[in-house]
């Protein structure tokens, strides 16, 4: 008995060792090391995001400008969220490379009033710098234009950002993109339309399509409102998936677009472009992003 159950015990091992060694055959390809033991040869290492370059340059409108943050009508470049040295915005760059470092190794190529149709020459200028790093915040004129049917078509905002995009890349290869969303438009309405100095500064001609006739809560005025809004959405959709592509690009996961913002952060001159404080509350989002393990969704 004793023999017999030692010979059905060697024959169930003969046979489970065969049906292991098939299936491990089908697994890994014919007896290939395991995935984990030796990658498949198709398969790209993931590039390690570099949370500390050592160098920023800077693209977008007049946000990254600075514009109205100082001084009525005019650039303020010193307090630039991405740039900028003031201590009162500790800046992307300055929060990465320290003040001095900030001042000899960071480059804003944002022009105010541009579109993303202007990206393209922007990015072209910037990487003349060879950065380490491009920041990247516009759109928000491509939707406040003078009437809703006036804004960038979506299929043509998302063509100039890839080929903006597609031109840094054979430029310089390893240039990481931080990608900020475009603002939420229809709050900076909501929270400016009780002021009597912002309703006034709109009628100016501030982004029309959403700010004109600011306190109209009739279903012409509601509809616009929310033409631009979802325009601005579909904006902030391209730019996730354009840069989704690119593997040393990251996208803020639509931080900008959902910082509560209020008055604090809206220039006092014109109650649409950020306010120091507004600057720093975009540097505080960009560092995030930047120095994040992985990317924010």
Request: glycine residues 6%; hydrophobic residues 40%; proline residues 6%.
């Amino acid at each position: 008995m004793r023999t017999r159950s030692h010979r059905a015990r060697g024959v169930l091992a003969v046979v489970a060792a065969a049906v292991l060694g098939v299936a491990g055959c089908d697994a890994v390809g014919g007896g290939s090391a395991a995935p984990s033991e030796r990658p498949a040869p198709s398969a790209k290492p993931t590039p390690r995001w570099d949370r500390s370059p050592s160098s920023v340059a800077a693209v977008g409108d007049s946000i990254t400008r600075a514009f109205d943050a100082c001084d009525v009508l005019s650039d303020c470049p010193e307090a630039s969220w991405a740039t900028g040295t003031s201590p009162e915005v500790d800046s992307l760059a300055v929060r990465l490379l320290g003040r001095s470092g900030a001042a000899r190794r960071s480059w804003n190529h944002a022009v105010t009033g541009a579109r993303m149709a202007d990206l393209p020459g922007q990015l072209a200028r910037a990487v003349r710098h060879e950065p380490q790093l491009v920041t990247v915040l516009i759109g928000a004129n491509d939707a406040c234009r003078a009437t809703p049917s006036a804004m960038t078509p979506v299929s043509a905002f998302r063509a100039d950002f890839e080929d903006a995009l597609r031109s840094l890349r054979k430029a310089l290869p390893r240039t990481q993109v931080f990608v900020a969303s475009v603002p939420d438009l229809k709050r900076l309405w909501s929270a400016g339309r009780s002021s009597a100095m912002a309703r006034q500064v709109w009628q100016l001609g501030v982004c029309p399509s959403m700010l004109g006739d600011a306190q109209a809560l009739d279903a012409s005025a509601t509809q616009r409102r929310d033409r631009v809004q979802q325009r601005v959405e579909d904006y902030n959709k391209v730019l996730e998936e354009v840069c989704a592509r690119d593997e040393r690009c990251r996208f803020d996961g639509g931080a900008v677009y959902d910082y509560r913002f209020g008055t604090a952060q809206l220039s006092r001159w014109d109650y649409f472009h950020p306010s120091v404080n507004g600057q720093a509350r975009l540097a505080e989002i960009a560092y995030r992003t930047v120095t994040a393990d992985k990317p924010l969704t």
